[in-house]
């Protein structure tokens, strides 16, 4: 399975830009970048996923990078219903999702 | 439009009885995955089932534990003869199809507790 790293945690102040890293060296022409996040208490919810343009809808942006190895997930205006782990999956056709331990997102009133 | 839906959200259990998790995926949706999540870690993926048939249980411990996906009805997670270590949260989740472009929409799951 290819991998990604994320960091463990990030700190954001509420109402400013947030933007969440992840690597994926390992990527294959075929992976798309998902990304999810679980609120407290809740099941994982879908983000925004892309395949090698960056991506936008209106609860963030994805910018990959253009070797794809690495991408950033960007939430333009971070709310307190932000603060959620957030998960950068790979996955190729036929796989299931494999979900890390993803960045706890904290967001700072 | 009713998301995934997923009963009872807190289930309690003594140690030897059995559990029934129960799933209605989205309308549309033909494609259950079950997933579970032991406090304090991740999400591990345990059985992924389109109607009437398992296609991929790599993840589900080899004993006490089945599933089903009937042609009528919601899909079934059972756990007979619960242990302690079986308390988690259980998720399922659905999608209209396998391919890469589809994602996966998660219930909001079922705690189960085994005193």
């Known amino acids: 399975d290819a991998k990604t790293t994320q960091p463990n945690s990030m700190e954001s102040n509420e109402e400013e830009p947030v933007h969440l890293p992840c690597n994926h060296s390992t990527i294959s022409g075929t992976d798309y970048i998902h990304w999810y996040r679980q609120l407290p208490s809740q099941g994982p919810e879908y983000v925004i996923h892309g395949l090698t343009s960056n991506v936008n809808n209106r609860m963030a942006s994805l910018a990959i990078a253009e070797d794809r190895k690495s991408s950033t997930l960007i939430l333009h205006r971070a709310t307190l219903r932000d603060a959620a782990v957030y998960y950068c999956i790979l996955r190729d056709y036929g796989q299931n999702f494999v979900f890390g331990p993803g960045t706890r997102l904290s967001v700072l009133p | 439009n009713a998301g995934v839906m997923q009963n009872p959200r807190h289930l309690v259990r003594r140690r030897g009885q059995e559990a029934r998790l129960r799933c209605s995926p989205m309308k549309g949706h033909s494609h259950v995955y079950w997933y579970r999540q032991l406090p304090e870690e991740g999400l591990k993926f345990m059985v992924y089932?389109?109607?009437?048939?398992?296609?991929?249980e790599s993840g589900m411990p080899k004993e006490r534990f089945s599933a089903e996906f009937p042609k009528e009805g919601p899909s079934i997670l059972r756990i007979q003869q619960v242990v302690r270590g079986d308390s988690a949260a259980y998720f399922c989740?659905?999608?209209?199809?396998?391919?890469?472009?589809?994602?996966?929409?998660f219930g909001s799951g079922t705690r189960l507790t085994v005193v």
């Open positions: 989740a659905s999608s209209p199809a396998q391919g890469t472009n589809y994602g996966y929409t």
């Open positions: 089932l389109q109607k009437e048939n398992i296609i991929d």
